[in-house]
C-alpha cells in the first residue's frame, strides 16, 4: 500500500493560474478499490492540497502549504498520516531553502530545491501547461523519509476512459533509480489536471489512480 504515496508523486502562479477544485479519486489495487478525495485551494500565489483516504480501518492523509514564483514551485510545509510506512506513523515537516526540519524525523541538509510529494503533482501539471518535456526534480518521499531524485519525460498523448467520457491527456512518465517508473494523464481541457496515474512496482504490479466523478471546480 505504500505506493499510493508515489502516486501522488498529483507549483509559483500569477494569481491564480490553477483553479481551486475538490475531487474523488479511485486507488484500485489487489486488495481492491478505495475511494480518495482531493482538495485543492489557490489564492493568489498560496496553495493548499489535502489528499485523504481510508483502507478499511487506516486513515491515510497529506496536508501540504506551498507558493508558486516566477512558474516555480516552493513547498513550505507538510503534514502526513500515513499508516503504511515505519514509524512514525504521522509527521510535519517544514521545508526552508536550506533544511527540511521535522521533530518526527532527522533534518535533512539541502543543496537545492525540494518539493514535497502533492507539490511535485502541481509542477507536473505547471510543466505541461507550458510545453516543458524533460526535466528532473528532486522530491522529499513521505515513505523514505529522504529525497529522492525523478526524471520526467513526456510521451504520445492519449485518451483516458472516465465514468463521465473519454478525454484527451497528456502523457508524462517519472523514473527513479529508487523506485518503479509512475506515468502521469494530464487533462489539458480540464484546467491541466491529472485525471489518472499508474506505478508499476518492482514486481511488475500496477496500480492505478483514476478520477471517478467530474471534478468540481471552484468559483474564484
Given at each position: ?191 491541466y489536471l491529472i485525471i489518472k496515474s499508474t506505478?508499476t512496482l518492482k514486481n511488475g504490479e500496477e496500480r ?13
Open positions: 500500500m505504500r505506493i499510493i504515496l508515489i502516486l501522488f508523486l498529483t507549483l509559483s502562479f500569477f494569481g491564480n493560474e490553477f483553479k481551486s477544485y475538490d475531487a474523488k479519486f479511485a486507488f484500485e489495487t489487489k486488495f481492491g478499490d478505495f475511494p480518495l478525495k482531493r482538495y485543492f485551494t489557490a489564492k493568489d500565489n498560496e496553495i493548499n492540497t489535502r489528499v485523504k483516504m481510508q483502507v478499511f480501518w487506516l486513515k491515510y492523509s497529506i496536508d501540504s502549504n506551498f507558493r508558486i514564483e516566477e512558474k516555480e514551485v516552493v513547498s513550505i510545509n507538510t503534514i502526513v498520516q500515513d499508516p503504511f510506512r515505519d514509524e512514525p506513523k504521522k509527521f510535519s515537516a517544514n521545508f526552508s531553502q536550506n533544511i527540511i526540519e521535522s521533530k518526527e524525523l532527522n533534518n535533512i541538509e539541502l543543496n537545492s530545491l525540494v518539493l514535497e510529494q502533492l507539490a511535485s503533482d502541481v509542477k507536473v501539471r505547471l510543466n505541461a501547461k507550458y510545453g516543458i518535456k524533460n526535466y528532473a526534480l528532486n522530491i522529499f518521499d513521505n515513505t523514505k523519509g529522504e529525497v529522492v531524485s525523478k526524471n520526467y519525460q513526456q510521451l504520445d498523448n492519449e485518451v483516458v476512459k472516465t465514468s463521465f467520457g473519454e478525454i484527451e491527456t497528456i502523457v508524462v512518465v517519472a523514473t527513479s533509480d529508487n523506485v518503479g517508473p509512475i506515468k502521469y494523464f494530464i487533462a489539458p481541457t480540464m484546467d506505478a492505478v489512480l483514476i478520477i471517478s466523478e467530474m471534478p468540481k471546480f471552484l468559483e474564484e
